[in-house]
């Protein structure tokens, strides 16, 4: 394993390091406004949602590392501590992209990257049209967790008003990750496209207890068939299959199963895991291994 002490590492390596490794990252477009009323619209990847109750969504415009200078987001939120914070869809990277340039200060970055400005209702900064969620926020606090380049600058923010294109909301009305397409930010150059395929699911272990990998016989645990995720699959079960579903089990198949290798019977039970019926795999592996 490569080792990297921060205190030890150009902080350029450093950051190259981190935004590679941590990814994807949601992206606050952030709209704010000065105290002479003049617009800036730049897109930040250090952001996330943090909480609920209150709403609580942070974003760090950082200090600069080639010259320790802080951005124009920055400054206007000290004048007025406003923001809204627009969604980046596919749609619209390339000029959010484009936004991010850093052109001098009174440059109005709606016009340089094409975006619609419209009226907020609870706060000065416009929003951006061609965004379908649209955060107005109060900015709660700022922490600045230090005064040389790359250094962090917290924007802590409570959301006053959402605004939600009905488009991209399903039949129950909740936001429909394929109708939004998104895109997160990774390393460098690159971004990534939440949609389609690369969409899956993943079972939440909310209410119930699943057994655990350690639950599972040896044989399955440590075989070399099947990979983590499959483990986990598995893992998350409930309970193992009684010793009466799998006499079932055997009785019905026999036929089908007692001429596979171990390979062939593992690729069996790797594709009913593929078609998310766990029990019937782990049935299968533990009646005739």
Request: proline residues 6%; hydrophobic residues 40%.
């Given at each position: 394993?490569?080792?990297?002490?921060?205190?030890?590492?150009?902080?350029?390596?450093?950051h190259q390091?981190m935004?590679?490794?941590?990814?994807?990252?949601?992206?606050?477009?952030?709209?704010?406004?000065?105290?002479?009323?003049?617009?800036?619209?730049?897109?930040?990847?250090?952001?996330?949602?943090?909480?609920?109750?209150?709403?609580?969504?942070?974003?760090?415009?950082?200090?600069?590392?080639?010259?320790?200078?802080?951005?124009?987001?920055?400054?206007?939120?000290?004048q007025?501590?406003?923001?809204?914070?627009?969604?980046?869809?596919?749609?619209?990277?390339?000029?959010?992209?484009?936004?991010?340039?850093?052109?001098?200060?009174?440059?109005?970055?709606?016009?340089?990257?094409?975006?619609?400005p419209?009226?907020s209702?609870?706060?000065?900064?416009?929003?951006?049209?061609?965004?379908?969620?649209?955060?107005?926020?109060?900015?709660?606090?700022?922490?600045?967790?230090?005064?040389?380049?790359?250094?962090?600058?917290?924007?802590?923010?409570?959301?006053?008003?959402?605004?939600?294109?009905?488009?991209?909301?399903?039949?129950?009305?909740?936001?429909?990750?394929?109708?939004?397409?998104?895109?997160?930010?990774?390393?460098?150059?690159?971004?990534?496209?939440?949609?389609?395929?690369?969409?899956?699911?993943?079972?939440?272990?909310?209410q119930?207890?699943?057994?655990?990998?350690?639950?599972?016989?040896?044989?399955?645990?440590?075989?070399?068939?099947?990979?983590?995720?499959?483990?986990?699959?598995?893992?998350?079960?409930?309970?193992?299959?009684?010793?009466?579903?799998?006499?079932?089990?055997?009785?019905?198949?026999?036929?089908?199963?007692?001429?596979?290798?171990?390979?062939?019977?593992?690729?069996?039970?790797?594709?009913?895991?593929a078609?998310?019926?766990?029990?019937?795999?782990?049935?299968?592996?533990?009646?005739?291994?």
């Amino acid at each position: 394993m490569l080792k990297i002490d921060p205190a030890h590492t150009p902080h350029q390596k450093v950051h190259q390091m981190m935004l590679g490794a941590i990814a994807p990252r949601p992206i606050a477009f952030a709209s704010t406004m000065d105290k002479e009323g003049i617009s800036n619209l730049s897109p930040f990847s250090f952001f996330n949602a943090f909480g609920v109750n209150p709403t609580t969504l942070i974003f760090s415009p950082s200090r600069r590392g080639r010259d320790n200078t802080t951005k124009h987001t920055y400054e206007n939120l000290k004048q007025v501590p406003e923001v809204v914070i627009n969604v980046v869809t596919y749609a619209m990277v390339e000029q959010t992209s484009l936004a991010s340039t850093e052109y001098p200060r009174g440059v109005n970055e709606f016009m340089k990257s094409g975006f619609t400005p419209i009226p907020s209702e609870t706060i000065k900064p416009f929003r951006v049209k061609e965004s379908p969620v649209q955060f107005e926020c109060k900015v709660r606090q700022i922490i600045e967790t230090g005064d040389q380049g790359g250094a962090a600058n917290l924007v802590i923010c409570e959301i006053k008003l959402m605004h939600i294109d009905e488009a991209i909301l399903d039949e129950n009305g909740r936001i429909d990750l394929y109708k939004i397409d998104l895109v997160g930010r990774m390393g460098g150059d690159y971004y990534c496209r939440a949609s389609g395929d690369s969409l899956f699911k993943v079972k939440k272990p909310l209410q119930e207890l699943g057994i655990g990998i350690d639950s599972l016989p040896e044989k399955i645990r440590y075989s070399a068939f099947l990979t983590g995720n499959e483990l986990g699959k598995l893992g998350n079960l409930e309970q193992l299959p009684s010793e009466a579903e799998i006499a079932e089990f055997i009785s019905i198949s026999r036929d089908e199963h007692n001429d596979l290798d171990v390979a062939d019977l593992y690729a069996r039970a790797k594709a009913l895991l593929a078609d998310n019926k766990v029990k019937d795999a782990l049935t299968l592996l533990m009646a005739h291994l």
